[in-house]
């Protein structure tokens, strides 16, 4: 299960938690805002407008820190069409999940001839897990965080688990500490401390599992028909964007038959 779908999953849940915790402060009218930006679609992990300050938060959650395109460029694009788009303050962070030396972690700006752009980088690891384990919706995060004795903070964080009363709020929480943990801990030791049963009946779990698939059914039929009839203009890649996880696996099938563009409408009109 990808890592990137739980952390979405929970700052798309509990988007003031996360606000609170990155920004500091106590706000409680936090918007989730349409993610995928314009253009040649991309898809940030956490977007959200602040009303109040009209101002917006934007995070990614990186779990290696070398990317392609580099991290820097892509928090530059990313930006500047959330600037374009919104016209207001763009607040960007990138939290580091996993433990790594590599420069690319320590790295807060994109540099070029004539453009600086900066951002903030939150390496996990080193942040106190206080503030992490007082939030629910942050416990996940906060086997993570910085601890001379590892398995001592995993066993305070399953005891906060078992703390969280609702029972569906507790599964679905704890199902996305298992999966996070897996970033420090081997699972033997996430079992020693963390409940199995309760994670696996998590209503999110499935659902999480089925959204990484269709996101990966998606990216493999944009690359198989790029390559096939040509770059797609940007309303045949929102029609393929919006077709179920069949609908793509049939596409999948369909296009090896296509010659150009209009194949593709045409089979998209039959849909």
Request: charged share 20%.
């Amino acid at each position: 299960m990808s890592v990137d779908n739980i952390c979405k999953y929970l700052s798309e849940q509990y988007p003031e938690s996360f606000v609170n915790w990155i920004l500091g402060g106590t706000t409680t009218d936090a918007n989730i805002l349409k993610s995928e930006l314009s253009i040649e679609p991309i898809r940030a992990d956490f977007v959200a407008l602040l009303r109040t300050q009209n101002r917006i938060l934007h995070v990614e959650f990186q779990v290696e820190a070398i990317s392609n395109p580099p991290l820097p460029l892509r928090m530059l694009d990313y930006f500047v069409r959330l600037y374009r788009q919104y016209n207001c303050p763009v607040d960007q962070f990138v939290i580091f999940l996993k433990r790594t030396s590599s420069a690319a972690a320590y790295t807060e700006q994109f540099v070029d001839t004539n453009t600086i752009h900066q951002y903030r980088a939150i390496r996990l690891w080193e942040q106190d897990p206080a503030p992490l384990l007082a939030n629910p919706a942050l416990l996940p995060l906060a086997v993570l965080a910085q601890s001379n004795s590892p398995n001592a903070l995993l066993e305070q964080v399953a005891s906060q688990l078992d703390m969280i009363e609702e029972r569906e709020q507790r599964s679905n929480i704890s199902a996305c500490t298992g999966i996070l943990a897996s970033l420090r801990f081997d699972n033997g030791t996430i079992r020693q401390f963390l409940r199995e049963d309760v994670m696996r009946e998590a209503p999110m779990y499935q659902e999480i599992i089925q959204e990484g698939r269709r996101e990966e059914a998606l990216l493999y039929t944009l690359r198989l028909l790029n390559r096939r009839i040509g770059t797609l203009t940007l309303d045949l890649q929102l029609q393929v964007q919006n077709l179920t996880t069949p609908q793509l696996e049939e596409l999948g099938v369909a296009l090896l038959d296509f010659n150009n563009a209009a194949d593709l409408t045409a089979w998209l009109q039959n849909q």
